[in-house]
């Protein structure tokens, strides 16, 4: 059975730093692309970023290109996000996601699996 289960969420200040981890057991990690997803109050899901399997490609929304960094330990199981200059609009639930093949788009659409989530609070 796969399990995904994010931590490092919290509260932090505008213009604070944050940093996400995603740990994913049951299924071979070094073979699937990864991304983050997040859900802010009252509003949709929101594809945030991903990595390719060997964490050589990356790609951003706009909103946190320059701000978020996504990156990926595959001997550890592990996709990280780390989010620096946070701005308000940060905040929401974040979950990381995966699914089968080259899912390499920008839309949440094309997860399969996802984590809980994380939560991230952003106040000034």
């Known amino acids: 059975q796969s399990l995904m289960v994010e931590s490092g969420g919290g509260l932090a200040q505008t213009g604070g730093s944050l940093n996400l981890s995603c740990v994913v057991v049951?299924?071979?990690?070094?073979?699937?692309?990864m991304g983050w997803v997040r859900q802010a109050p009252g509003k949709g899901l929101e594809w945030v970023a991903n990595i390719n399997p060997n964490g050589a490609t990356t790609s951003y929304r706009d909103s946190v290109e320059g701000r978020f960094t996504i990156t990926r330990d595959n001997a550890k199981n592990t996709v990280f996000l780390q989010m620096n200059n946070l701005k308000d609009e940060d905040t929401g639930r974040y979950h990381c996601a995966t699914g089968n093949g080259d899912i390499r788009g920008q839309t949440w659409l094309q997860y399969e699996y996802w984590g809980q989530g994380t939560q991230v609070t952003v106040s000034s």
């Open positions: 049951g299924f071979t990690f070094r073979n699937y692309w």
